[in-house]
C-alpha cells in the first residue's frame, strides 16, 4: 500500500445530537454522514490503510448499508471496535496498522466537510514537523468565567479552535497514547504536547465544523448542494 494510515474514530454515541441511532449514519441529502467523510478522503488520493473504528453492533450495518456505496475491493475497510471514549477509540486504531504505515491522519468521523487540500496540507505539515493539527481562528471573545462573573479575557490573537485532522509519525503518536492511556484528553495532539513535542498547526477551514448538534445538520446540507 504506501506509508500512509487513515483513521477515522465513529465510535461515539453522539448523545449531543438527541437521537436514537449513532449521529454519522444521520443522513444528509441522502447519504450517511460518514459516507461523505470517508469519501472526502478517497477523493484525496487512494493509495492509504484506513482503519474506521466502530462499536462492533454496526459493522453489520457499515457492511450493508455504506460499503456498498463505494466503488471499492472487499477488503479496502479496516473495522476496528472502539472504546468508551474517543481517546480509547483512537488508540485501538492505532494499533492495527501494518508496520509499512509510518504516518497516520486521524479525522473525527463527525466531520464530513473536510477538503482534499486540508487533508494535504496536515499531512505535509506531519512529514515536516512530526506533528500537526489544524485549527481556526477564534471569532468570538473568549472570557474565563466562575460563578457567572468574568474573570479574565483571553488573547484573541493567540487561541485557535481545534480541528481535525490532526497528523503525525505513526510511532510519535502510538507512544503519546501509550504514556498517556489513563488521562483524558479531548484531542490527540494534547497527548503530543504533554510529551514535550511540538505540534504545527495549520490553518483550518470554518466549513470544517462537527456535527455535535441537531442545528449542525442544516449548514453542513448547505455546504454540500453547494459542492455538487
Ligand atoms: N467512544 C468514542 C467517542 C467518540 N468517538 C468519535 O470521536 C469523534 C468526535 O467526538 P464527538 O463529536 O464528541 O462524538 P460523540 O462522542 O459521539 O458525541 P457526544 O459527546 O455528543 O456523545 C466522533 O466522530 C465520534 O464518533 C469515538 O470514536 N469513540
Ligand atoms: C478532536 C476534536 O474534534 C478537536 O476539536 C474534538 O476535541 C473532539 O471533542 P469532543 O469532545 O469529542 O467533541
Known sequence: MSEIGVLIPAAGRGSRMEKNINKQFLNLLGKPILYYTIKSFLD?????????????????????????????????????????????????????FSEEVKYVIIHDGARPLVSNDLIESCYQAAREHDAASCGV???????????????ETLDRDSLRAIQTPQAFKLDLIKRAHQVYKKDKALDDASL?????????????????????????LKPAEMILKERI
Open 44 to 96: 484525496w488520493r487512494n493509495d492509504f490503510e484506513i482503519n474506521i473504528v466502530l462499536s462492533p453492533s454496526e459493522f453489520k450495518y457499515f457492511e450493508d448499508k455504506l460499503k456498498p456505496l463505494f466503488s471499492c475491493s472487499e477488503n479496502r475497510f479496516n473495522l476496528i471496535a472502539g472504546g468508551n471514549s474517543r481517546q480509547e477509540s483512537v488508540y485501538n486504531g492505532l494499533k492495527n
Open 192 to 216: 503530543v504536547e504533554k510529551l514535550g513535542e511540538r505540534v504545527y498547526i495549520v490553518s483550518g477551514d470554518y466549513n470544517n465544523f462537527k456535527i455535535t448538534t441537531p442545528e449542525d
Open 137 to 151: 481562528r477564534v471569532k468570538d471573545t473568549i472570557k474565563i468565567v466562575k460563578d457567572s462573573f468574568s474573570k
